[in-house]
């Protein structure tokens, strides 16, 4: 019964490939969000999507790109993929856009070689 | 925009020890308060949260915060540490309808 699960847990590419990180939440919330922790622990937002429509979008490099096809899910596709990508890339969720709790996921870990 | 500091980077505190994380943070205008844990490997959880009321909030596993406007803080407090709370510990703050913005983190480690 995980509340905000990832797939997959660990992703090791090489650079210049493309790669997706799916995520799903059976919360039944309405406002999904990715978030990037790199290596010195520094979490910082990405994306967040409220009931499928993209509210923020931080300076983010359009090679990363969110798809969200419906309210449970928020998946990330990565272009091109650059050894800065490396990171855990954690996807989070909350009952609405203005709730003030985020639910967690349990990370993806992403290594480019 | 808001912001968040954490100065500690690293607390070793000796197990059944107190403990205090500190948390400032600078907002122009009201902001709620965060601290979320991460134990090794895993995804974050909420400890506890501060909203409005009152500014001592009790969180979970024996974890309480104290909300101080006047000094714009958040320290997160515990007066007997276990083992099992070895994790990094990062505080948050937001306002209504914005994004979360977090702190560094303190990576606190219990010595046996």
């Known amino acids: 019964d995980t509340a905000v699960s990832q797939t997959p847990k660990y992703l090791v590419t090489q650079m210049g490939n493309d790669k997706s990180i799916k995520c799903e939440q059976n919360?039944?919330?309405?406002?999904m969000y990715w978030y990037k922790q790199d290596s010195k622990k520094f979490l910082k937002i990405m994306f967040s999507?409220?009931?499928?429509?993209?509210?923020i979008n931080e300076t983010v490099p359009n090679r990363f790109s969110p798809k969200s096809p419906d309210k449970a899910h928020l998946n990330l596709h990565i272009n091109s993929l650059e050894l800065g990508d490396s990171a855990v890339y954690f996807c989070?969720?909350?009952?609405?856009?203005?709730?003030?709790?985020?639910?967690f996921g349990p990370g993806t870990r992403l290594l480019v070689l | 925009a808001q912001s968040v500091t954490q100065l500690d980077s690293q607390v070793p505190v000796f197990e059944e020890a107190p403990v205090e994380l500190r948390c400032n943070y600078s907002?122009?205008?009201?902001?709620?308060l965060f601290w979320y844990v991460q134990y090794p490997n895993q995804g974050l959880q909420l400890l506890l949260k501060?909203?409005?009321?009152?500014?001592l909030v009790k969180g979970i596993n024996g974890f309480e915060a104290e909300f101080n406007k006047s000094q714009t803080s958040f320290h997160l407090r515990k007066p007997s540490v276990h083992i099992s709370d070895t994790a990094e510990y990062f505080c948050?703050?937001?306002?209504?309808?914005?994004?979360?913005?977090f702190g560094t983190g303190t990576r606190l480690t219990i010595i046996p």
């Open positions: 989070a969720s909350s009952p609405s856009y203005s709730a003030e709790t985020q639910y």
């Open positions: 919360l039944g919330h309405d406002t």
């Open positions: 999507y409220n009931n499928k429509e993209l509210i």
């Open positions: 907002s122009s205008v009201s902001v709620y």
């Open positions: 501060y909203l409005s009321g009152s500014t």
């Open positions: 948050a703050v937001s306002r209504s309808q914005e994004k979360l913005t």
